[in-house]
């Protein structure tokens, strides 16, 4: 596979995600191999993490390479974004010549950039992503912005440890949690986007139509029921959505009618607690498999008894990031001088 960026798992054929989750499963039966030995990857995080840095280091690590992690206005310098921009403010230097510097250096580069909250009219076109990826020379990864891809298939892949490879025609509740803060809405639009691409009957749950997602992942979910099989339902009542579930999926993420509004819409966010995931209505499912991309906080998005039954398979999704992400770097070298 000649893979030239990996951006969204919309961009690729199902084929294709099943040969990346195949190399993930090798992966995780022998973590060693020499697919990056004398390459490079520049991890940019214009946002803090955790799992993706760990993950991503360590697994170039094991295949040979070597990362380079860099904090753009933290212990890189800061970035201008926008073309024709008079560059008398804080932006020492400009994309253009960042992404081609670090293509001159490194073999990949990963990027993480959250929105900035404010108009989700711009933040939904992905500037800091689409910028690397127009103007680097080599292979571009999404480690998480308005998506995250590389969560979608270590999602995916937990799933299929404990429910079997084939997914279609399980019932997949994607369901919106409480959080005091209004958060990205990466992480659900990536698991409708994946959960419908695998046939699976998703339930999208939350609290009210401002909760709904952005119309492009709305569509693309339907799309992909129309292609894949399945079905997408909208539902607002957490005792039919849980009933029968084989799966459950939490996230939290702001309503987007309110976006940059986040005073407006905390009423209604504070209404809606209710929604914690918890044994009463785990109760309600088929022997439904838990997961969360993580961090969660305990008892506000899913109480303590879910997290430590025996159903949460968020500490395996988690594990499976190194894999599936070896399996992309992998994928991007292959067929490269």
Known sequence: MNIRHF???????????????????????SRFGDQLRGRSIALMFFNP?????????????????????LAPGKDAWPIEFELGKV?????EEHIAEVARVLGRYVDLIGVRAFPKFQDWSVDREDRVLRAFAAHSPVPVINMETITHPCQELAHIMALQQHKGAELKGRKYVL????????LNTAVANSALQIATR?????????????YLLD?????????????????LTISHDPQSAYRNA????????GAIP????????????????????????????????????LPLRRNVKATDAVMDSAACIAIDEAENRLHVQKAIMAALMRGRD
């Open 7 to 29: 951006l969204n798992t919309q961009d690729f054929s199902r084929s294709e995600l099943d040969g990346l989750l195949e190399q993930a499963h090798r992966f995780k039966q």
């Open 49 to 69: 993490s955790m799992r993706t840095r760990t993950s991503f280091e360590l697994g170039a690590h094991q295949l040979g390479g070597k990362a380079i992690v």
């Open 87 to 91: 560059m008398d403010g804080e932006a």
């Open 175 to 182: 369901t919106w949690t409480y959080h005091p803060k209004p």
């Open 198 to 210: 695998y046939g699976m009957d998703v339930t999208l749950l939350c609290p009210s139509e401002e």
């Open 215 to 231: 119309s492009r992942y709305m569509e693309f979910a339907r799309q992909n029921v129309a292609e894949s099989g399945g079905s």
């Open 246 to 253: 084989d799966v459950v999926y939490a996230k939290s993420w």
């Open 258 to 293: 309110y976006f940059g509004r986040w005073d407006q819409e905390k009423p209604l966010r504070d209404a809606h607690k209710h929604f914690v995931v918890d044994e009463a209505k785990m109760a309600l499912t088929n022997n439904a498999v838990f997961s969360h991309c």
